[in-house]
């Protein structure tokens, strides 16, 4: 094959069928390079084709940049034929003037070129200078696909569109009509299956809202046994602290009685002191008394001796 960026004509290995797009025919060799010279008409004749110009550098990595922008609408339509209008009109804003039909053929040149590379150099970059910025749109369609695959309420019809547009970048879309009948015929398929998804998330929510009845009342019967235990743990302490109280009342009272006893004994004692001490203090008196009336007498009887 010739490189992407010189020659405007890409002859592929195996010369495929011509195929009719549109009332005219697309010559499969005369796909080339520069996706122009493929989008062409049998009634334009040869002549128009070798007047489209040659797809540069700068230009072809405008519109893959292009194209990246508009990677999450193609997944999501087959009718693309808007969008390569508007891709078309993209290129003119940025100063080239390109066909819708010309940007087709030539995302189709690119894609081939990329798979035709990463199939047989997958560490040679030279034959696909453009392979990074390919790279990374297929990668992020590739997570695309992943997330509708994981997505059980997404059409199967889509998920296989996702699956095939790399080989679908090769061939022409097929008619709206046809299209639409098929969109039509795959959702009356699909309506079983989401009658049978809804059933299904229906009873994993009846399910999901018995769950959580039965741990709510669980839960409820764990808070009203522990409220129980709480009474019961506050009766038991009230009890108790009756009890102690009604203890330490007796101990006081006995501890008062005990005083009071003492208080009267030491009454009985002081007062058995002052009884004796007041006999002694008499005791005294009259021994003093007999004592000066003892001495009065002797001096009596010596006075009366000496007269």
């Given at each position: 094959m010739s490189s992407l960026l010189g020659d405007g004509i890409v002859i592929p290995l195996q010369q495929p069928p011509a195929i009719a797009v549109g009332g005219g025919i697309l010559d499969g060799g005369g796909g080339g390079g520069g996706g122009g010279g493929g989008a062409a008409m049998m009634r334009g004749g040869r002549r128009k084709e070798e007047r489209i110009p040659q797809w540069g550098f700068h230009e072809t990595k405008e519109f893959i940049a292009i194209r990246a922008e508009f990677e999450r609408e193609f997944t999501q339509t087959k009718r693309n034929k808007?969008?390569?209008?508007?891709?078309?009109?993209?290129?003119?804003?940025?100063?080239?003037?390109?066909?819708?039909?010309?940007c087709k053929c030539k995302w189709k040149n690119l894609?081939?070129?990329?798979?035709?590379?990463?199939?047989?150099?997958?560490?040679?970059?030279r034959q696909c200078p453009f392979y990074e910025e390919l790279d990374a749109i297929f990668k992020e369609r590739s997570k695309s696909m992943l997330m509708l695959e994981s997505d059980g309420l997404r059409p199967k019809k889509r998920l296989k569109k996702l699956k095939g547009l790399l080989s679908d970048e090769e061939t022409d879309d097929e008619d709206d009509d046809e299209e639409s009948d098929d969109d039509n015929r795959n959702l009356q398929q699909l309506q079983p299956f989401q009658h049978h998804h809804q059933e299904q998330q229906q009873q994993q929510q009846h399910q999901l809202q018995q769950q959580i009845q039965s741990r709510a009342s669980s839960m409820q019967e764990v808070l009203e046994e522990f409220f129980q235990q709480q009474q019961r743990n506050e009766e038991q302490w009230r009890v108790?602290?009756?009890?102690?109280?009604?203890?330490?009342?007796?101990?006081?009272?006995?501890?008062?009685?005990c005083m009071e006893k003492l208080e009267q004994e030491r009454a009985l004692r002081e007062q058995a002191w002052w009884e004796r001490e007041e006999q002694r203090r008499l005791r005294d008196e009259v021994r003093s008394r007999k004592r000066d009336e003892l001495v009065e007498a002797v001096l009596r009887k010596v006075i009366r001796d000496d007269c």
């Open positions: 808007t969008l390569w209008e508007l891709i078309a009109g993209r290129m003119k804003d940025k100063g080239f003037r390109r066909s819708a039909d010309q894609v081939n070129r990329y798979k035709g590379k990463e199939i047989s150099e997958p560490d040679n970059g108790s602290l009756e009890q102690r109280e009604m203890e330490r009342r007796a101990r006081e009272h006995e501890w008062r009685e």
